[in-house]
């Protein structure tokens, strides 16, 4: 089945640093989305690409989908305290069921030093 | 997009006992999602529910253990059964909200003791 691997698994920066995680699908996706769980929270959905090379930003925020469309990445810039929490990528496919699904990676969990 | 209400938002349960997660959304949806996120992890799709037919189990989920109830467009519940400390799990319901991203509810913090 479809599957999504992100890295680094952590990630501990310096408040003002700026934190890079990459995600790769093990197929072609067609769209690619993103994902933040602060602590103790539940996911919220941040963007969604959907073209080859696609560059989207949100204030300090950069997402990029590669011009395969099997990777991806998402860059903050110049990190604050507020950035701290886990974020996913997910990718579309159909499960061994089935259905439609959003297969989610692992994560990759950002720690901002003060 | 979409708000969901789950609940409860955590319980502390018996092992061998059951509970059941509600997941009331603001509008009507096709198709809602149940996940589950076991500390530390990603998300694990646990099943589909439509509206009018019975839910759809991934691997490794079976519907005696994890029966789940879509009476309507905007309502369903997911109960775990029997459960074990191998159970103790976050619980989350989603749907498709509009651009195609989730919406998640709260989630339901489950301890199975």
């Known amino acids: 089945g479809q599957q999504v691997m992100q890295i680094p698994q952590y990630q501990h920066v310096q408040e003002g640093e700026d934190f890079t995680t990459y995600c790769n699908s093990s197929t072609t996706l067609s769209n690619i989305q993103w994902y933040k769980q602060r602590p103790g929270g539940h996911p919220v959905f941040l963007i969604q690409?959907?073209?080859?090379?696609e560059v989207k930003k949100q204030k300090r925020l950069t997402f990029q989908f590669g011009e395969a469309k099997k990777n991806s990445s998402l860059h903050i810039t110049a990190t604050q305290t507020t950035d701290v929490g886990t974020y996913f990528c997910?990718?579309?496919?159909?499960?061994?069921?089935?259905?439609?699904?959003?297969?989610f990676g692992k994560g990759t969990k950002l720690s901002v030093i003060p | 997009s979409a708000v969901i209400s789950q609940k409860p938002s955590r319980d502390i349960c018996q092992r061998g006992t059951s509970l059941t997660i509600q997941c009331q959304v603001d509008s009507q949806v096709t198709m809602m999602f149940w996940y589950r996120q076991q500390p530390g992890q990603s998300l694990t799709l646990i099943a589909t529910a439509n509206q009018g037919s019975e839910a759809t189990y991934e691997s490794g989920f079976v519907i005696d253990k994890f029966p789940i109830s879509r009476p309507n467009l905007t309502f369903s519940t997911l109960t775990v059964s029997n459960m074990s400390p191998e159970d103790s799990s976050i619980y989350l319901c989603?749907?498709?909200?509009?651009?195609?991203?989730?919406?998640f509810g709260s989630g339901t913090r489950l301890t199975v003791v």
């Open positions: 690409l959907v073209k080859s090379g």
């Open positions: 997910a990718g579309p496919g159909y499960s061994g069921a089935g259905s439609y699904q959003l297969t």
């Open positions: 989603s749907v498709v909200g509009q651009g195609g991203g989730y919406t």
